[in-house]
């Protein structure tokens, strides 16, 4: 059965840092990608970071320069490493183990509990 349990988050200040984590359990962690999803009140998830099996990882726009996925096998655990944060960074953060279709990536089946990340103005 696979688990997600995730981390890490709180009440910043813009332009401050927060690292997430996601252990995983359940599956063998190694050989699957992991992703990091945010939902903001009103709006839909949205992929925020994907990191693959081989350590290729892909960002948001909203994202890129400030955010960094990283996983470490060992510990069946995926981070997101997050500075310079705004407001609009403001969100449940969640991990996933995405799948790919035809070389499309998607959402897996399950979710932990998620994070939730508040940056005040």
């Known amino acids: 059965q696979v688990q997600l349990v995730e981390s890490g988050g709180g009440l910043v200040q813009a332009g401050g840092s927060l690292r997430l984590s996601c252990a995983a359990s359940?599956?063998?962690?190694?050989?699957?990608?992991m992703g990091w999803y945010r939902q903001a009140p009103g709006k839909q998830r949205e992929l925020v970071a994907r990191?693959?099996?081989?350590?290729?990882?892909n960002y948001a726009d909203s994202v890129k320069g400030r955010f960094t996925i990283s996983r470490d096998n060992a510990k069946n655990t995926v981070y997101l490493q997050m500075n310079s944060l705004k407001p609009e960074d403001t969100a449940v953060y969640y991990c996933?183990?995405?799948?790919?279709?035809?070389?499309?990536w998607g959402q897996g089946g399950t979710w932990g509990q998620g994070t939730q990340v508040t940056v005040s103005s």
């Open positions: 996933n183990v995405p799948i790919q279709i035809g070389g499309t």
């Open positions: 990191i693959t099996s081989l350590g290729n990882t």
């Open positions: 359940g599956f063998i962690f190694s050989i699957n990608a």
